[in-house]
Nanobody, 115 residues
Framework: QVQLVESGGGLVQPGGSLRLSCVAS????????MGWYRQAPGKQREFLAA???????NYADSAKGRFTISRNNTKNTSFLQMNSLKPEDTAVYYC?????????WGQGIQVTVSS
């Protein structure tokens, strides 16, 4: 089992920035991917970004240019730096740990972009 705990969410004004963190604990493999997703009210959960143990990353089009994913392997932590936030970025953000065939989710953290 892997437990994921997100932090860093909250209320931010349009144009502002937030940095989300996700700490993984439990039965952590040495090679795994961590990702970030979000779900806005009335919408499906949406992939944003992922980072693999070697550091390679991939992003959804909606995240490219504004969001940056990173990780600290020694602390089993991933980060999502979000810049130039827009009201449409308002959602619950979820951290994901994946090492096939296993996939675990955090409880989610609210991000609200509003003036």
């Amino acid at each position: 089992q892997v437990q994921l705990v997100e932090s860093g969410g909250g209320l931010v004004q349009p144009g502002g920035s937030l940095r989300l963190s996700c700490v993984a604990s439990g039965s952590i493999f040495s090679i795994y991917a961590m990702g970030w997703y979000r779900q806005a009210p009335g919408k499906q959960r949406e992939f944003l970004a992922a980072i693999h143990s070697g550091g390679s990353t991939n992003y959804a089009d909606s995240a490219k240019g504004r969001f940056t994913i990173s990780r600290n392997n020694t602390k089993n932590t991933s980060f999502l730096q979000m810049n130039s936030l827009k009201p449409e970025d308002t959602a619950v953000y979820y951290c994901n740990y994946q090492r096939a065939p296993y996939s675990y989710w955090g409880q989610g953290i609210q991000v609200t972009v509003s003036s």
